[in-house]
């Protein structure tokens, strides 16, 4: 997943340098997939709260 980021990222940079905006535009999408993409397995993984025996 490390490999795919750093590849999208670079795409990024080498299209804005290169004024390209097709490429520049595929980093873009790509790195934001990623970010969702990861999100979303932070959200799975996480615990659920376990209900608290305090009462009011």
Known sequence: MTTLFRITVL???????????????VGLVGV???????????DKQAACPAESEFLA
């Open 11 to 25: 795409l990024l940079l080498v299209g804005m340098l290169l004024g390209d905006i097709l490429l520049a535009s």
């Open 32 to 42: 934001c997939s990623l970010a969702v993409y990861t999100s979303i397995q932070q």
